[in-house]
């Protein structure tokens, strides 16, 4: 009877969650099927794994979540940053998940050039700060590269353009990394080239270029916009081999530029500033040659007549080679006469000394003698140090016994037994004097102490933190006591008035004062 009554009280209609959340649904898509937006970026974290990105618009009162689909992602212009004015333009749906709804974004723009501008300009100072574009880190091109690395779209005028001009003024090896020159991955894509160059091995298979070019026509700012990405600055920065920056025309700039070593107000002018002309090399060479073979030839000339001067100023070698040469033929002469005298004196030397065995075995026997003589003295001195040794050895073993030894083994034990006896008298006394002093500070101690006043009849009150009650006028009535005794301590509680104390086990002590008159239990 009560779901009866229940159900007859209402006629609305019933529906599920689900229904609701469809037909809100269908009802904020008809009504908001395109719409433009304009807002700032709000929690923007970059694209989701799954390519699509999620953020919120908001102004200074309101707040709308956004999504932007993977497909979409890839047909914007720039990318989305955190804190940008943009304006989208989409469709506003709903969530039913979690009962929100939200703009699903089908083109993002900027909210006027000032906002990219003043993004590009808190950027600029941002890379700045960090020393990205300071000039004394920049460096020199090479005067001849061998290996040039482009770093543009494959299928535009620009690569064309510098493939030519290289080709006109000095053909060399190009190497083209393609890559997205507008959209969003644009910027990705040129640092991850700029990267990509500087990991090529100087032996590898394929050559690491000597320079780079990054390469793109003119544009919009929102066309050149990746060449602004953060990334990119970074990888042009720290990248070993030097870069040129070739974005846009002459008047366009963009963060490159400010990176790169040198910035090129063209493509065309960046292939020139890589290469020199290869016609007007060959003439200078050809100039300088000319000009150091009329350099060696006029040396030469005055080499040869300073050669020829000198020449007529020294003299001839039959005038050098004169006094020598009669100074050999005087020798010459004398060196012959000199060798018949030196070999007759000889001749004559040796004829005067006789040879025969007698005469050698005479002198092996003088020597023989001499050796013997020799060997006598030696033994007869060894055996004398020898036995001068044994004397010495057999003194010195006399003077060395263990008698001594123990004769000041006693004489310490004896020292040890005295010193040992003094010290037991020394700590005897010492016991003495401390033991009497200890009996004379005791009796002092029960001089002073309290404990002989309460003796001969006196009590001390305390009250009940323990703290001595020296006047009758620190008592407050009711306040509890403790007076001790000679013989122990009772417990008591001060009155006031006439009242006579109340008996306790112990007696209680009546304290007077002259003016106050109480009792103490």
């Known amino acids: 009877m009560n779901e009866l009554a229940t159900e007859s009280r209402t006629n609305a209609a019933e529906y599920t969650v689900s229904e609701i959340s469809g037909a809100l649904k269908r009802t904020v898509e008809d009504a908001f099927g395109n719409v433009r937006v304009r807002g700032e970026i709000s929690g923007y974290r970059g694209p989701h794994s799954s390519g699509h990105a999620y953020f919120s618009l908001k102004d200074d009162r309101s707040r709308i979540e956004a999504v932007v689909w993977k497909g979409t992602m890839s047909r914007l212009k720039f990318r989305p940053e955190e804190g940008m004015e943009v304006i989208a333009t989409g469709k506003l749906t709903t969530y039913p998940g979690s009962s929100k709804y939200q703009i699903v974004i089908d083109g993002l723009e900027p909210a006027g050039a000032g906002a990219l501008m003043a993004l590009l300009e808190e950027r600029k100072r941002k890379l700045a700060a960090e020393g990205l574009f ?23 005028a620009v690569i064309r353009d510098i493939i030519h001009r290289i080709k006109d003024r000095f053909p060399l090896h190009v190497l083209v990394w393609p890559v997205r020159v507008q959209g969003e991955t644009s910027g990705g894509e040129v640092a991850g080239a700029v990267n990509g160059f500087n990991a090529l091995a100087d032996d590898g298979l394929i ?70 002309v290869k016609a007007e090399l060959e003439a200078t060479l050809a100039n300088l040659g000319a000009r150091l073979r009329g350099a060696v030839s006029r040396m030469i000339d005055r080499r040869s007549q300073a050669v020829r001067a000198a020449a007529r100023a020294l003299p001839t070698p039959d005038q050098l080679l004169a006094l020598p040469r009669r100074r050999f033929d005087e020798a010459t002469s004398r060196l012959g006469r000199a060798l018949t005298v030196a070999t007759e004196r000889k001749r004559a030397r040796l004829s005067a000394v006789r040879l025969s065995p007698a005469t050698l075995s005479r002198r092996i026997g003088e020597t023989r003698r001499h050796l013997d003589r020799d060997m006598l003295r030696a033994d007869a001195a060894l055996r004398a140090m020898v036995r001068e040794r044994r004397i010495r050895f057999d003194r010195t073993q006399g003077r060395l016994s263990p008698e001594p030894l123990v004769r000041r083994q006693e004489a310490y034990g004896h020292q040890l037994v005295a010193l040992e006896r003094r010290g037991t008298l020394a700590i005897g006394r010492r016991l003495e004097r401390a033991r009497t002093g200890l009996s004379q500070a005791d009796r002092l101690l029960a001089t002073l102490s309290h404990k002989a006043v309460l003796a001969r009849g006196f009590a001390l009150v305390r009250d009940s933190d323990g703290a001595v009650l020296k006047r009758a006028a620190d008592l407050a009535t009711g306040a509890s006591l403790s007076i001790e005794f000679a013989d122990g301590t009772a417990n008591a509680i001060a009155t006031s008035g006439d009242a006579k104390p109340r008996q306790v086990a112990k007696p209680a002590a009546k304290i007077k004062e002259p003016g106050n008159q109480g009792s103490l239990f």
Not at 226 to 241: P, T
């Open 134 to 156: 300071d000039d004394s880190r920049k460096r020199p091109l090479p005067f001849m590269p061998l290996v040039i690395g482009v770093v543009t779209s494959p299928t535009g």
């Open 207 to 276: 050559a690491r270029p000597d320079l780079l070019i990054v390469a793109r026509g003119g544009g919009s700012l929102e066309d050149l916009w990746g060449f602004n990405d953060e990334a990119l600055i970074r990888a042009v920065a720290a990248s070993h081999i030097p870069v040129i920056s070739a974005v846009g025309h002459e008047t366009d700039w963009t963060l490159i530029d400010l990176a790169a070593d040198r910035r090129a107000p063209t493509p065309t002018g960046a292939a020139e500033l890589a290469v020199p």
